[in-house]
Nanobody
Framework: VQLVESGGGLVQPGGSLRLSCAVS????????MGWFRQAPGKEREFVAA????????FYTAAVKGRFTISRVNVKNTVYLQMDSLKAEDTAVYYC???????????????????WGQGTQVTVSS
């Protein structure tokens, strides 16, 4: 199983980025997926998650209304659209696959089985 994130970079406050996570090697379309982030000196934290069909999504309060998680199963790809970015969104962003869930999502990093290498998002003027 391989997860490869892309789309990170440097953006000004108030700007937007779209992260992508391409998944190979498993039955992606039937599993829940999540995005997490880790800022320097902080623990990895949950950002968003999506069920296999996309019908169920969940966001941490800090990003709700600004970030949107989505997926295109025929492309084996999950996305994180990030709008109205703030300096506090600066972190390495990771996508993760939860092989134990399909219609439900988990907020716990420990329950995700596979992780990507991460992509840096820096919000600064």
């Amino acid at each position: 199983v391989q997860l490869v994130e892309s789309g990170g970079g440097l953006v000004q406050p108030g700007g937007s980025l779209r992260l992508s996570c391409a998944v190979s090697g498993t039955i992606f379309s039937s599993k829940s997926m999540g995005w997490f982030r880790q800022a320097p000196g902080k623990e990895r934290e949950f950002v968003a998650a999506i069920s296999w069909s996309g019908g169920s999504t969940f966001y941490t309060a800090a990003v709700k209304g600004r970030f949107t998680i989505s997926r295109v199963n025929v492309k084996n790809t999950v996305y994180l659209q990030m709008d109205s970015l703030k300096a506090e969104d600066t972190a390495v962003y990771y996508c993760a696959a939860d092989l134990n869930r399909s219609s439900r999502v988990s907020l716990l990093a420990s329950e995700y089985n596979y992780w990507g290498q991460g992509t840096q998002v820096t919000v600064s003027s």
